[in-house]
Every structure is written in C-alpha cells, then in structure tokens.
C-alpha cells in the first residue's frame, strides 16, 4: 500500500503535543510576548561553478560542532534518509483508517531510534506519572485525568493564528533575497545551493546555527558548519563554516537495492532526493575540506556577503515587526 504522508498525520501529532498543554492555560491567559530582541536572518549560499584553490587558502585537518548549536526546522516535517522514511510509513500504519478519527494511536516520537523506543516510552510514561501525583498533592483533582478529548476550538486556533516560533524555516512569500536568489539559480557561472529565512531572538552571546547544504554524500555536505549572530552595539555574524571536496570511491560502489515491499514505487518516486541520496551511498569519500573563519559587524536591513574561493554566503537582517491581531 502506498505510503499517505497525510496532513492528518501531523495533525494527530499536534493533538498529541496538544493534550499535554492546553488543558494549563489557553490562549487568553498567555502571557504577553516581548519580540524586542527578535530578528528575521536570511542566509543564501551558493558556489562558483568554476572553482580553483589558491595559496591564500589552507586545507582543514579537523572539526567540529558546538555544544550548543541547533538547528533550524524546515517547513514541513520530512524524512532526511531511507530510514527515517521506513519509520514514518510505521506510523502512518498506525493512524485509524477511518475518516474519523475516534481515538488517538499509542505516543511514539517520529524519526526515533528503534533502540530507543522503549527507553522514550519509559520516560514518557514517568513524566506523565510524576505530574499527575504532583497534581493530586497540590489539591488540583480536575487536572489528574490528561484529556482524552481535544478542544477543537482552541487547536484549530493555534493552527490557523500561531505565534511566532523561533529558529523555524519561513515560507518563501516572507523572503527579501528574492531577486539575489533568482539571479543565482539563472546564472551560468553559480549554483545556488539553498536559501533560508527564519526568526530567533538575539544576545550577546549568540546561538550557533547549524547550515548544511549543496552535495551530500553519507552524512557529509558540501558546505557544513555554523553561523551564530549576536547582538550587542552592532549586530555580529561569527561563520565557522568549511567546503568539502569529494572523490569516488572507485571499485568499491555499494549500490542499495531498495526492496519493493519495504518502500513501494509511488513513495519511491514522492522522495526521489532520499533514493537518489540512498543509491549513492558508500560511493564518495571527502578528499579535502577548507575553511571560512569570519567576523563580520553587520547593519540590519542591509545585505551583506562573506567571500571564500570556493563558496559565498549572502546574509540579510531585518527587525522583526509581530503583527497585530
């Protein structure tokens, strides 16, 4: 049966995540938020099609990840491997094949590990134990049942007039480097290799942003590493990011077989970038990474470019402005 990545199904999940909040406060009795230190960052990166290396730059023997980076989410919830897709056909086998949803399937957390299925459920169930008995012993009886219903009214408010969320991929109707981007992808000299926009609040210290794109092979990128901005004075962006180079791995491809059961041909074809990703695995190995180290003071609502041989970034800051209801 073909795989039905439904709206449904992330609708179940936000019922699910909504049975745990809404039965606290609702939408009136939410505290006012303070957007004052909130930016909108919009990062385009793209490559020269013709790339040379120079004495200027230095091969990078090593590196790594902040402890407190984070990544930011895309627009629509997707898998990133063959894998994951394997673990989102299950759940959608566990949805009800009703048009109705009667009653909500087991928790699971999407994308999870197999072996640490039955550790997440342990926790989840101590989580839900601990605030009930919490509960019964601040004398609130009415709170010590988790709602088995949904209130309607209320998520459907929360999916139609949602907050702003931070560090979440924008649509492309929010975007300002429109016309950068349009000129890149029209270019014969450049490939446009992803362009992003999301909201996040900024301090003096700054959140590390984790920015992979362009090719990928295993769980290498051709452009990987960090942006973090702050603000203090002037608004600051820090890049630590590096370019591979890659080299096939000659006599050695492993092709993977996907089996016909496991993955039908429908779903095969709605993921083509994950069979594509997955048939050239073990096929490639990086032959030579190059750093950009950067630090640059930046002006909000100006447009702003970090140069590397291989490989540039445009960066566009605007004060986030939360509309009125």
């Known amino acids: 049966m073909p795989l039905r990545v439904s709206h449904r199904a992330l609708l179940i999940c936000a019922a699910l995540a909504y049975q745990f909040t809404a039965h606290a406060i609702s939408d009136d009795a939410l505290p006012e938020e303070d957007y004052s230190n909130w930016y909108q960052v919009e990062v385009a990166v793209f490559r020269p099609r013709d790339m040379q290396a120079n004495g200027e730059i230095w091969p990078l023997t090593s590196f790594n990840y902040p402890k407190d980076m984070i990544s930011v989410g895309s627009i629509d919830v997707k898998p990133d491997s063959i894998h994951q897709l394997r673990q989102l056909i299950e759940f959608e086998k566990m949805l009800p094949r009703e048009q109705e949803v009667t009653e909500l399937p087991p928790i699971a957390f999407l994308f999870e590990q197999s072996s640490r299925q039955q550790r997440n459920q342990q926790l989840l169930q101590e989580e839900l134990q601990n605030e009930m008995l919490l509960d019964a012993q601040a004398g609130n009886p009415e709170r010590l049942e988790i709602a088995n219903t949904v209130d309607h009214r209320q998520l459907r408010d929360m999916l139609t007039r949602p907050r702003p969320e931070a560090f979440r991929e924008l649509e492309s109707d929010q975007l300002n480097l429109g016309e950068v981007s349009s000129s890149l992808q029209r270019s014969s000299q450049f490939d446009l290799l992803s362009h992003r926009a ?10 590390p942003i984790l920015i992979q794109t362009g090719k990928r092979y295993d769980q290498f990128h051709e452009v990987d590493g960090t ?9 600051h962006v820090d890049a630590n990011l590096w370019f591979t180079e890659f080299t096939p791995r000659y006599n050695q491809q492993k092709l993977l077989r996907l089996n016909n059961q496991d993955i039908d041909e429908e779903t095969r074809k709605a993921y083509p970038e994950l069979v594509a990703h997955a048939r050239e695995h073990n096929t490639h190995i990086p032959l030579q990474s190059y ?16 140069d590397h041989p291989f490989f540039g970034v445009v960066i566009k800051i605007l004060r986030y402005q939360p509309t009125s209801e």
Do not use: A, V
Request: cysteine-free.
């Open 227 to 235: 942006l973090t901005f702050s603000l203090s004075r002037y608004l």
């Open 198 to 207: 999301w909201l996040q609040p900024l301090t003096t210290k700054g959140t």
């Open 291 to 306: 750093r950009m180290s950067q630090s640059r003071r930046m002006r909000s609502n100006e447009m702003h470019y970090l």
